[in-house]
């Protein structure tokens, strides 16, 4: 083995397969409906049989991937009822706690935030669709973290995951990483207002508005 190969072998080895698997499933390099030869995921991430095969039964259980008897597995495909109904469930979630968030927020706090949404107002111009992918999950993550209830978060996070969360999916025109951009700082001035009925009212927006600008009727993450 060459020392390049070691070198990638034993950076992968430091990371779960099952995060490597996950973290291609959601950047969209491993499509809905993709077929997932194990072998192939062996080659692919330097991992052994038994690795791949926990870290498949692991996404199964998330609902990231579907096990079929007697054909293996594929990446998951929902359908748009389960993405509507996972945003309603996001809504209900995210606005209920809107008030903590609120009570929370400091100056400290929301400054973070703010440099958080112009990151991600610099990757629109600048950074590949991956990058900005994960500069909204950063913020989302940092903003809804001002609850104070990390499972809330965590289970939020998980909820995220169960429908198509690929950039190219996520966000089909400029306008709508546009709109997302504006109501990232329409977020942090509610929070600078102190005004919950407004951070709820953006929140709901946010969520939903990709059914709006898509056409297609599936809402996709926020």
Same mark, same amino acid.
């Given at each position: 083995m060459s020392e390049a190969k070691a070198k990638t072998r034993s950076q992968l080895k430091t990371v779960d397969v099952t995060d490597l698997i996950l973290h291609d499933i959601l950047a969209g390099v491993l499509a809905p409906g993709v077929w997932l030869k194990q072998i192939d995921l062996e080659q692919r991430y330097q991992s052994t049989r038994p690795e791949?095969? /926990?870290?498949? @039964? /692991?996404l199964v259980q998330r609902r990231l991937v579907e096990h079929v008897p007697n054909r %293996?597995?594929? +990446?998951?495909?929902?359908d748009? /009822? &389960? =993405?509507?109904?996972v945003s309603d469930v996001r809504v209900i979630l995210e606005t209920a706690v809107a008030d903590k968030i609120v009570a929370r927020a400091s100056e400290l706090?929301?400054?973070?935030?703010? @440099?958080? =949404?112009?990151?991600?107002d610099d990757l629109i111009m600048n950074g590949t669709m991956i990058e900005l992918y994960e500069?909204?999950?950063a913020f989302h993550r940092e903003l809804l973290a001002l609850c104070g209830n990390s499972e809330l978060v965590n289970l939020v996070t998980e909820i995220r995951q169960r429908t198509s969360s690929a950039p190219v999916s996520q966000w089909k025109t400029r306008a709508r990483i546009e709109q997302s951009s504006r109501e990232h700082h329409q977020m942090i001035d509610a929070l600078v =207002?102190? #005004?919950?009925e407004e951070?709820? /009212? +953006?929140?709901?927006?946010? *969520?939903? &508005? $990709?059914? #709006?600008? $898509?056409? @297609? %009727? *599936? $809402?996709?993450? %926020?």
């Open positions: 791949v095969r /926990r870290a498949l @039964d /692991r %293996g597995y594929h +990446v998951y495909e929902p748009g /009822r &389960q =993405a509507t109904e706090t929301t400054k973070k935030l703010r @440099d958080l =949404a112009c990151r991600f500069a909204n999950l =207002a102190k #005004d919950t951070l709820k /009212r +953006v929140t709901v927006k946010h *969520i939903k &508005q $990709s059914a #709006d600008l $898509s056409g @297609d %009727g *599936i $809402s996709h993450n %926020g």
